[in-house]
């Protein structure tokens, strides 16, 4: 977007002071995507004075600025980020500290601290396991080594199960079970027995077997966690963290920079060509056009005048405008459909996953096969030590540590192949949904349409005529006619009038290209999608514009088709523009017209008649739907909003990143559930046989870890599957 | 076996030393841009390079 900073708008409200009498300033920076950027950035910025240093963070697109005193220029900072090529939202002060990865820092941590407690306990451990084949070890080394073992292990795997006891109790609160119940029941009661038969003078202890199955659970987790934290950082989560703000002009003319929750009804509010509304407002000086594509799905732009009601959320195309604050940020349009976003994520929120659900059927078998163990052995006369020995045997051998990495291993792995097709999936849930749905909901404009003009039955004389002015505009539909032409001539003395035309000399010919009325043609409709030339006195050309498919998008809904999924299109347009694209798609299934309420409540109705739905939507209209959806993807053209709403977010022209999405999503859980079949075959031979008394610790540590791997191997295949 | 209780818990310390030294690359944020990081030892100019690098560096390009 082309900003003429005239009068630099004042920032000072996002600086947060510093301990040391300076201030930083943190900002979101986007495409930052490279070490030339990073090196770009950091070195114009940090050449601005008053700045004591500038980084920035590759991973998340955090961009931290240090000034030197309390009276920095944040705006400076901003309009040199622009000069360089890239677009600037600074953070809420206050929301800034959250974006530090602080449950990341304490899962490497508990991940280190398991791995030196395994490794160190495991070195007492591997006499004890000697003891066990026959070699020699005296009753007092044996004890030693055991109190040795325990006293490293107990602590470490205090430390590193806190991520699982936490998550247990939390569940357990709520009254329900999920994986990390037997997890922490199996370590703590595992860390209890054995203590009490190092007192006893016993022979089995499990305390390496605590701390490692603690270590490969970690694995898992860390895993999965790094896949979200990936995704956040491809600035997933913009709209909850950034600020998002608007020029506020004062009494004086003097321009603020105020973040949108400051904004009060009767605020004057400057928003330049390429901006956003930020507030429902109405003009008070300046024409211009407004694009309401991605506020209501309609394709047109519509002509704005003084004294008229804007909604927030409308992109400005043309002229500056001077608007005069209607509503509050909550009150607006936007805000009502951020509430509607609100309650579909809460729902998507209840979706139970993969793991849970398998943990669902797995911990009342498992413990009543411990419970049975125990009183059975007893019964039988095996007593009581002995029997409640061999039932903790049955809790460690079956410990889920397969279930648990199961699932993660797939999804990384699945998703790492999914980030190098330019598919970016935010979490390891939004894979399982997307594997499960049935139909497919496609928004029309910048989802099966490039969303953007393009010139229909193009001549190229005509346009050649007429490019020359086209060029020197930026509105859109005059863009797309100088795309057309490969000249590079420019039209001289150019006038721009907003929302009407442009007038200019082509080789001393003076010449309009704009509306029909601007143009002088009488008695015609003035559609909105087509623009008038002449020369001055000359005959008028007229120029057609639609906007175009997407050149896949009749084979990804064919893909889609045979893949035994239904098609349906939603969209805010009007009903003519919408069959004409159902038609060429051969969608039968469409609905025009929609408004955001309508779409979500649509999605919501899709579900309770069977059908998991996934959403395919880019606008703001949209976002409702994406979050109600069973899965929502977006372009990564869309607004921040929606792809804050949407489970995953594909970049380039195609369409095909769906298909290709949903394949490598049910492979995903193909895989996922091969795993788990492992798991429960294993558990099958592992459980009676500790039931049975065959299970030594050695013989548990081994088992452990090498059902973890093969079922890692396993998922490791993924990086080859479906290709 | 005597060397046994000089050994074991001078491996446990030394292990130990190893995870204070883990505990503090968490903590000074060395696993928060491993994206940036691998990038940034690349740059010629970062000042905060050792002078060492920057010596030879220099050495090896006396244009």
Known sequence: ?723 | MTIFFLLAPFSVLLALMGLAGFWWTVRSGQYDDPAGDAARILMDDADDAPALIQVRAREADPG
């Open chain 1, 1 to 723: 977007m082309a900003l003429t900073y005239d009068a630099a708008p004042d920032y000072s409200a996002f600086l947060k002071p510093a301990k040391d009498g300076g201030a930083t300033f943190d900002l979101l920076v986007k495409g930052a995507r490279c070490a030339a950027c990073m090196a770009k950035i950091e070195g114009g910025v940090a050449r601005l004075p008053g700045v004591r240093s500038a980084r920035l963070n590759l991973t998340s697109g955090k961009l931290s600025v240090d000034f030197e005193g309390r009276s920095g220029d944040p705006g400076r900072v901003m309009s040199t980020l622009e000069k360089l090529g890239y677009d600037s939202a600074p953070y809420d002060p206050g929301q800034a500290a959250a974006a530090q990865d602080r449950e990341g820092r304490r899962l490497t941590m508990a991940l280190g601290v398991a791995a030196f407690g395994a490794g160190n306990a495991m070195m007492f451990s591997v006499p004890i396991w000697a003891g066990l084949f026959g070699q020699e070890l005296g009753p007092a080394a044996l004890i030693m080594m055991q109190w040795a073992s325990g006293l490293i292990a107990t602590p470490c795997a205090l430390y590193a199960g806190m991520p699982f006891f936490q998550s247990a109790w939390r569940s357990l609160r709520v009254g329900r079970a999920n994986m990390d119940v037997p997890i922490s029941i199996g370590v703590i009661l595992t860390l209890a027995i054995s203590f009490a038969e190092t007192l006893l003078r016993g022979r089995d202890t499990y305390f390496d077997a605590a701390v490692s199955l603690l270590f490969l659970l970690l694995i898992g987790r860390w895993l999965d966690h790094k896949l979200r934290s990936r995704a956040r950082g491809a600035a997933a989560d913009l709209l909850a963290m950034q600020a998002p703000a608007a020029t506020v002009l004062t009494a004086d003319g003097a321009q603020h920079r105020r973040p949108l929750a400051d904004i009060v009804v009767g605020d004057l509010i400057l928003v330049r060509p390429g901006e956003r509304l930020p507030v429902d407002a109405r003009v008070e000086a300046g024409a211009s056009e407004l694009d309401n594509a991605l506020l209501t799905g309609e394709s047109r732009p519509v002509p704005i005048g003084v004294g008229e009601l804007c909604r927030a959320g409308a992109l400005n195309l043309s002229g500056m405008l001077t608007l005069r604050a209607e509503a509050r940020s909550d009150d607006s349009a936007v805000a009502a459909i951020a509430r509607l976003v609100e309650a579909g994520a809460q729902s998507k929120s209840r979706y139970v996953r993969l793991a849970d659900r398998a943990a669902a059927i797995y911990v009342p078998v498992v413990h009543t096969a411990a419970a049975l163990t125990f009183v059975l052995g007893w019964s039988l006369g095996l007593g009581p030590r002995e029997a409640l020995l061999r039932a903790v045997a049955v809790l460690i051998i079956t410990c889920p540590c397969a279930l648990g990495l199961a699932v993660p291993a797939v999804q990384v792995a699945a998703s790492a192949r999914l980030f190098r097709k330019q598919v970016l999936v935010k979490s390891g849930a939004a894979l399982e949904r997307l594997a499960e749905v049935t139909h497919v909901v496609f928004d029309k404009t910048g989802v099966l349409t490039l969303g953007r003009p393009t010139l229909i039955d193009p001549m190229p004389e005509a346009v050649a005529l007429a490019a020359p002015l086209a060029r020197a505009s930026s509105h859109p539909l005059a863009r797309a006619l100088a795309a057309q032409d490969g000249g590079t001539a420019l039209a001289q003395d150019v006038v721009e009038t907003a929302g009407q035309g442009i007038e200019g000399l082509i080789h001393g010919r003076r010449a309009r290209l704009g509306r029909a009325a601007f143009v002088g043609v009488e008695g015609a409709q003035g559609a909105e999608t087509e623009l008038w030339f002449a020369f001055e006195g000359d005959t008028k050309i007229r120029f057609q514009f639609a906007d175009s498919l997407r050149p896949d998008a009749r084979e990804t809904i064919d893909a889609l088709r045979a893949r035994g999924l239904s098609v349906e299109i939603l969209s805010g347009d009007l009903p003519g523009a919408v069959r004409s694209v159902a038609e060429a798609l051969d969608v039968r299934q469409w609905r025009a017209g929609m408004t955001p309420a309508d779409k979500a409540a649509w999605v919501k109705s899709l579900a309770t008649v069977g059908h998991r739905s996934l959403m395919v939507g880019d606008g703001l209209n949209d976002t409702a739907a994406l979050a109600t959806a069973h899965a929502a993807m977006a372009p990564g053209t869309a607004l921040d909003a929606s792809q804050n709403a949407a489970d995953l977010v594909f970049s380039g022209e195609g369409l095909g990143a769906v298909v290709t999405a949903i394949d490598v999503a049910r492979a995903a859980r193909h895989r996922a559930l091969e795993n788990f079949g492992f798991s429960a075959l294993y558990n099958l031979i592992a459980a009676p046989a500790a039931m049975l008394g065959l299970i030594n610790p050695f013989v548990a540590a081994l088992a452990m870890s090498g059902s973890s791997l093969v079922v890692t191997l396993n998922a490791l295949r993924m990086h080859r599957a479906g290709r």
